[in-house]
């Protein structure tokens, strides 16, 4: 029997820019709230504008003020 408490969900971060999504090269955790992925995206340098959670794409999707470091 496998445990599903082993394998606990995570969530992709990804950055918009005027060129499309990119990764921002790190997951969170599936209970994580946009704090704490806005902390983490600052943690990379980061400064978030907005931050939205798709869920139909298990993804948090930032808009941050300092695009061109992604592009």
């Known amino acids: ?3 599903l408490m082993s394998h606990r969900r995570r969530r992709r971060v990804f950055i918009d820019t ?4 990119v990764s ?3 997951t969170v ?4 709230d946009a704090a704490e992925v806005s902390m ?8 978030t504008y907005r931050l939205r959670l798709e869920p139909e794409q298990n993804a948090w ?3 941050v003020i300092d695009w061109q470091r992604a592009a």
């Open 40 to 47: 983490r995206l600052r943690d990379r340098g980061w400064a």
């Open 24 to 26: 921002a090269g790190f």
């Open 29 to 32: 955790p599936a209970e994580a």
């Open 18 to 21: 005027p060129k499309g999504r």
């Open 1 to 3: 029997m496998v445990s």
């Open 61 to 63: 999707v930032a808009l």
